[in-house]
């Protein structure tokens, strides 16, 4: 079981069960679990979506996009079933912050699908949890098994008249996945490409019925914000970026970890203060903030708060809230092909642009990095970036192009280094360090 | 929908709204590109080739996934737009192997056009191309990997166009490919039309591949030779060494009542054109007992003074004619012609397939109510009986197909099989196999009739509630029961028919009256007034002798002479062949079938691809055949009839009237390699003739037809362009009066059979046996 890190800047709400022994039903309802559905079934599907907008709770997932206004999206009569569809897909280089929902707090998870169902009018929620973390599956299942034993899943839900089921399923292993429609189409048993949007999920989704689907952390966040109010949770965060979030911070600091921080909270402190600074004291170099499709920050423009109007400002993303952090020993070129060597692989291939443009950066960028590359090559691998940037069937080509296309504007100079021959310039010291280890 | 205003490149278009923009671009003339894109296929936007510029929107955005909207301004030439479609091409050609020198698909590549209009003729990547292997999936399909383009149009025709789902993507990213079902080969319906969809040379097809370069043939629109749908194909004609070959059947132009499709026999079946069995001398019986070559006059001569022997001796009555399910109406009706004037009998019948007869005798009085091929694609329901279309009629299969997918009609299938097509029907119901009578009286109201349950009621009153039904029934039918059937359907309002029957020219065959009791039109031979006075010979009036009534008489002895043209009712009807021995018996075909070989004389004969005229589908469409191919030492039908009836003492011209005035359409006889018109012009000369319309010039009796058959007359010059011109009015004037003997003997041919024809097509036996081999279970190791 991963390590659980604490701050006394952190602000615990949906992390709060975290390490309590959450996972044992009994444990769960006495940390307030399953009274946040009573409330809502109480109160009304106006009410809960009313709660959710006035939260200002955005996607955790990455796109940031309010909640409680997708939820509205939902028309109220439908012919077909509607869904609840959890996103557990976590995929994103980076990223851990599902994963210990899963593993600490499963409860939450069913207990916002089911507020989510009763707001939208659904009557059966998906748990989809990426095919790597098929571990995890036993936990979630145990905790759907023990929720029905309890009767709170299943018919007439606390005495409510609402049914309401919850399904567990994993991936296979892609990440594209991730991607709202792709996983639809995966969860329906077909190959995970994604589905030509309009129309969206909310009024064609999973098997044609009008979907919600959600983060697993913005799912878990839900109970608590019944519990508390929409407005109280507003207020933790900043404007239009309502309450905390999870934030994976990992590369080169000295406590790594996931923390969970109000919105808006400072990213340099976030480094410095919460995970307690550069590794061995060494210089940051560079900082991933969003997951690994997000664009790279310099060490100088790390002073922004982490919500997703300030990083949108900053020339970069909130993204997932995994927060990676390179210190002076890292070559970025070295890095770059890291990076793009997972979207090459990951790319589903349906279109042109993300399936032969990934491969050719990365074979590119490795030539580079061999030192097999001239000046063009630097300029091809923009120009390819930029080509793939905007042009794509799904975000995934963006979140390749994204990347690159900072990583080559802000450290050129290491792209340079790099030329005629010379190879990466980092290796001897990355040799002599993995000798002393 | 109602129509909204957009603007494209500063021009205001006007398209309903909800059109694609592709679509709306392409009907006002502006190209948007595209490789995944296929009409009326799904959207897939997988491409990102037809990027345009919206205003007001940021990202470029997809034309195939666009609909227009009113006020909406696009930009589809721009920098930008053209700067993303290259850079699309770019990446595309990364990988693709370049090998267009040698790829079938060079000079007709969609790709190879799109980076010449876009200009990436530069390479901006080094590393090594990716390869993989080129594999066979099936006796007709290869695909090259490294040259495919991954835009799945042959998975979505496959799946969504064919109902077979042959083929789906296989592993993912730069590494996906496309894969068979079957894993290393295809488990499938062989129509090619996967081959015929890719836009670059992946799928490429045995038949053609490595052959030629696309601009070294000709591209001639004609007529498919197989089954009764008559699809329009374009075959690609080369120079060969005795004339010229076809080297490939495709849908070049699409403008046929078959849209996209084309199956098996369409696309490759046209190599027994040059199987090596092929006749290309006349035989003559010799005094051994042997077939030896002779000249043709030789040949000619024989075989006239043959059948003027007989009918000089024991009348036109001991002389019988089988014509032809697969030549053309203009042959069908000389030869007919022939048969009564020349010969002197109305023993004359060819293999029927279907009762037309009887179908056109229940149409009288309802002109109109015959369903072209097209209509199957837009009728909003459609009552099958009997047939299976899938394997008999695969073109009306599509049709039914893309019906459902793309207009939600409604199919109602009553068969006594499990047939494919039920999987798009709206319901279903299992007859016994000669339930089909009692089944069309139950749904005429009659309960007691056929002992239905539930669903068999909710059948019946769901086709009763349709405002407007195609009928299409197979040979199930016959005689009477046709007559009730085409009676119900009348009693429902809108309802067309259909009857189908087996073969390219089947239809034209009963039309143009190779039938021992009907004259063409279906008129009775005792009613021939009309034709008495055209032909200017007294016709004989007796009903004659029914093809198994002749080889019945000639098995008694009592048939003198048998003139077969482009048949093998040898074969076809297992006759045994000492019921001949003391017939003369002149034949007409491509190859020593089974009834050539017993013959007295064997004329080599062109097929349907080496000649012109015209045929008519078992709906009724009459189409233009046009002559695409050539072989040397063959000649047509028409030729042949016109020779030896000369040979017989007619004038050439009371058999063709070519002198009557009629002028057009010299040269559309000719296919471009034709030698023909050194021979007409040599033969015209002799007998003092005009050379402006030759006798052996189909058209020359086109008139003659329309005149006598008038729902023939259609409008000409629509016919002459290439379009399908369905006959409108009724076939039948005069009363046929008495049932009928209907004599059809369905042939039963499936996709990879087509009769004689077929097994002269090495490729359809190749399939053939590929799809009855039983694969068998590996075997297991002796311990």
Known sequence: MPRLVSHPDEVKITSRRFGLGATDIEKYIALDGYKAVQAAIAKGPEWIIAEMKASGLRGRGGAGFPTGLKWSFVPKQSEKPKYVLVNGDESEPGTCKDHLIFLYDPHAVIEGTMIAGIAIGAKLGFIYLRGEYRYLLKIMEKAVADAYAKGFLGKNIFGSGIDFDVVTQTGAGAYEVGEESALMESLEGKRGVPRIKPPFPAVVGLYGGPTVINNAETIASVPHIMLMGGEAYAKLGTERNGGTRLFGISGHVERPGVYELPMGYNLKKAIYDVAGGIRGGKKLKAVVPGGSSTPVMTADEIDVGLDFDQMGKAGTM????????????????????????????????????????????????????????????????????????????????????????????????????????????YKHAREEEAALV | MADVTFTVDGKKLTAPAGTLLIEACKAAGIEVPAFCYYPHLAVQAACRMCTVRLEKVPKLQTACTTPVTEGMVVYTDTDEVRQARKATIELLLGNHPLDCPVCDKGGECELQDMTFKYGAGESKYVEIKQHRDEQQWSPVVYYDRPRCILCYRCVAVCGAGMDVWA???????????????????????????????????????????????????????????????????????????????????????????????????????????????????????????????VSWEEALDFAARGLREARDAKGGKAIGVIGSNRTTNEENYLLQKFARSVLGTNNIDHHRTADYAAFAAALKGHAGREASLRDFVTAPAILLLGNDPTEQHPALAWQLRTNVRL?????????????????????????PQTGYAQFVEYLAGKDGAFKGDDATAAFRNAVKKEESLLIAFGSEFRGRDIQALVAFGLSLPNVKFACLGDYANSRGAADMGVLPDLLPGYVPVDKAAQFAGEYGNSLPAEPG??????FDAAGRGELAAMYVVGANPVARYGID??????????????????????????????????????????????????????????????????????????????????????????????????GEADRHAVWLVAHHLELKLSPFDPFAIFDEIQRLVPAYNVPRLNLLAGNDEHLKSELVQIDTGATRRDMVLPANDGLYTSGTLGNYSAKLKEVLASHTTVTKPAETAAD
């Not at chain 1, 032969?356 to 030192?371: F, P, Q, Y």
């Not at chain 2, 992946?202 to 052959?211: G, P």
């Not at chain 2, 009834?595 to 004389?601: E, G, K, R, S």
Request: charged share 25%; glycine share 10%.
């Open chain 1, 318 to 425: 909130l993204g997932s809230g995994g927060i990676v952090v390179l210190d002076e020993t890292v070559c970025i070129v070295e890095f770059a092909l890291r990076t793009i060597q997972f979207y090459q692989h990951e790319s589903c291939g349906w279109c042109i642009p993300c399936r032969e443009g990934t491969d050719w950066l990365k074979k590119s960028i490795g030539r580079l990095h061999a030192g097999g590359a001239v000046d063009k090559d630097i300029d091809n691998i923009r120009y390819l970036a930029e080509n793939m940037l905007g042009r794509t069937f799904c975000p995934l080509g963006d979140a390749a192009a994204m990347p690159t296309i900072g990583f080559v504007q802000k450290f050129r100079k290491e792209f340079e280094d790099h030329l005629n021959g010379k190879g990466c310039p």
């Open chain 2, 407 to 431: 207009n939600h009609a409604r199919i109602y299938v009553a068969n006594h099989r499990d047939i494919k097509l039920r999987r798009q029907a709206k319901a279903a119901v299992t007859l």
């Open chain 2, 577 to 674: 062949a000492a019921a001949l021995k003391d017939t003369f018996l002149v034949v007409q075909d491509m190859f020593l079938t089974e009834t050539a070989v017993l013959a007295d004389v064997v004329f080599p004969a062109a097929n349907l691809y080496e000649k012109a005229g015209t045929v008519t589908n078992t709906y009724g469409d009459l189409q233009l055949v046009k002559k695409a191919a050539d072989k040397a030492g063959t000649r047509a039908d028409f030729e042949l009839i016109v020779r030896l009836a000369e040979k017989m003492g007619a004038a050439p011209k009371s058999m063709v009237p070519f002198g009557r005035g009629v002028r057009a359409d010299v040269g559309q006889t000719r296919g471009a390699q034709s």
């Open chain 2, 167 to 293: 083929l789906a993507v296989e592993s993912r990213g730069a590494r996906s490919v496309i894969a068979p079902n079957g894993s290393d080969h295809l488990n499938c319906e062989e129509c090619g039309m996967c081959i015929d969809i890719c836009p670059v040379g992946a799928l490429t097809s045995d038949t053609y591949r490595y052959h030629t370069r696309p601009w070294e043939m000709n591209h001639v629109a004609t007529v498919c030779t197989h089954c009764g749908d008559g699809c329009k194909t374009t075959l690609g004609v080369r120079t060969a060494a005795d004339g010229s070959e076809i080297i490939r059947g495709n849908n070049r132009d699409k403008s046929g009542m078959n849209g996209d499709f084309l199956c098996i026999k369409g696309r490759y079946a046209f190599d027994f054109a040059n199987h090596t069995e092929r006749l290309t001398k006349p035989l003559v019986r010799q005094a051994d007992g042997k077939l030896a070559p």
């Open chain 2, 545 to 550: 002798l029914d093809l198994v009534q002749m």
